[in-house]
């Protein structure tokens, strides 16, 4: 059986996959742990997954921990991940300490033993406290928004980020004034994946019959957490207004992360806005449904990544890369990857949401072009090679003692 290296080969050419082999030369053999808060749910367990055994291949030793906490812990953790992306939050300092505390039970189940240590968002970010010594690199990975994070919680958490070698932020707009090097690298997907791989018609056909959606009709789809940051009720609204003018149906589907204490409640909001209305399909999917995912994004004439706040989002790429123009949020890392009026567009409001949704239903040839043009954009930018690429370059300067720079 092919390695998945080689069977990246074909997509990404010869020269990507030296590149990683030469710079993966110098780190053969060293241990890289991740940390973070979830094996499944979200875009970190989705890059986790894919990310380590593709390092593993390269002679790495890579390995990947996860945080064990209670709903108490990920209640408060999810409230800091929303006070970093700017909601106005009050933190008691009840919630402070049972952060730390968290953060010290998982500390006597997880050593820090890696060379290389990424821990991933705030949740295991005070885990640091027992870091071992130098040689040991510690790295914080943060894939959320932190452009203006609430600012007791930035200084509180500053007390830990001072103790890191390197931080690494997903676009150049959420990086901070820090004491340490930091660098900017952005998401990717893997174009192999069961999410991402191409998939033949009659699959395509029978998830969409098996959860009663017309494949006659024109489909708008959002893939995401039930989160009110993805804004599902914005969505609604703009799906609402678009039909007026335009017979189409609304897929919502989106699954739980088992740190993401918030999602039940807004399902909840999300079904009662949609009513009993037939052509909205609210759907609740298991973390595995990796080839529904890829279905349901095949099949839509247009996805939506309406979000007011986003770390990067990486079901935008997903999307693009199955040719589907996408209409996201102009927030966070989805200008990165839309690039307005090119392979989709960046809307600010669902009233802007509806008109561009109407104009792509309107000219479909147009969005044909937009979704070649969005394949494009991820060959070149968006593909896993390129983010594991960073990682081992931000790896060697690291162990150069290297300061900041944009990869
Ligand atoms: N996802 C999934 N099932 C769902 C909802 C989302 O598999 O029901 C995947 C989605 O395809 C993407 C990831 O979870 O790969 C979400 O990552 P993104 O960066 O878009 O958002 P996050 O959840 O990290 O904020």
Redesign the pocket.
């Known amino acids: 059986m092919k390695s998945g290296l080689d069977s990246l080969r074909p997509i990404v050419g010869e020269q990507t996959i030296d590149e990683l082999h030469a710079l993966a030369a110098p780190l053969r053999g060293k241990r890289i742990q991740h940390i973070n808060a979830t094996r499944v749910?979200?875009?970190?367990?989705?890059l986790l997954g894919r990310i380590v055994p593709l390092m593993n291949e390269l002679g790495l030793v890579a390995s990947w921990d996860v945080l064990s906490a209670d709903e108490e812990f990920f209640r408060v953790t999810k409230s800091f991940h929303n006070a970093i992306q700017g909601e106005a939050i009050e933190l008691s300092a009840g919630d402070y300490e049972v952060y730390v505390q968290g953060n010290r039970r998982n500390s006597e189940s997880i050593a820090l033993e890696g060379d290389f240590v990424i821990l991933h968002d705030p949740q295991p970010c005070a885990l640091i406290e027992r870091r071992k010594s130098h040689p040991q690199r510690c790295i914080w990975r943060c894939?959320i928004d932190a452009s203006h994070p609430h600012r007791g919680l930035w200084t509180f958490l500053s007390r830990y980020l001072r103790r890191y070698d390197a931080a690494i932020f997903s676009t150049p707009v959420f990086t901070r004034p820090l004491a340490i090097p930091q660098y900017v690298v952005a998401?990717a997907?893997d174009p192999l994946s069961d999410?991402n791989r191409t998939l033949e018609l009659p699959e395509v056909l029978a998830v969409l019959e098996g959860y009663r959606i017309d494949a006659a009709r024109p489909i708008l789809t959002q893939?995401?957490?039930f989160?009110r940051f993805?804004d599902p009720l914005g969505v609604i609204q703009a799906f609402r207004m678009v039909r007026e003018t335009n017979d189409c149906q609304l897929v919502l589907?989106?699954?739980a992360?088992s740190d993401d204490p918030e999602g039940a409640e807004v399902l909840a909001e999300v079904r009662e806005a949609a009513g009993e209305d037939p052509d909205i399909h609210v759907l609740e999917?298991p973390?595995d449904?990796?080839r529904t995912?890829n279905a349901l994004q095949r099949s839509a004439a247009v996805v939506l990544?309406k979000s007011l706040k986003?770390?990067?989002?990486?079901?935008?790429s997903?999307a693009l890369w199955k040719g589907r123009p996408v209409i996201g949020g102009a927030t966070g890392g989805i200008p990165l990857q839309v690039l307005d009026g090119i392979n989709g567009y960046l809307v600010y409001s669902a009233e802007g949401a509806a008109f561009r949704t109407r104009h792509l239903l309107n000219h479909p040839e147009a969005a044909v072009q937009m979704g070649r043009r969005g394949v494009d954009q991820v060959r070149q930018n968006f593909l896993l090679t390129r983010n594991i690429r960073d990682y081992l370059l931000i790896m060697n300067l690291t162990l150069a003692g290297a300061t900041s720079m944009t990869l």
């Open positions: 749910g979200g875009g970190v367990a989705e894939h998401p997907i999410k893939i995401s957490r989160d993805k589907a989106g699954g992360a999917l973390p449904a990796h995912v990544q986003e770390g990067f989002g990486l079901t935008v997903e």
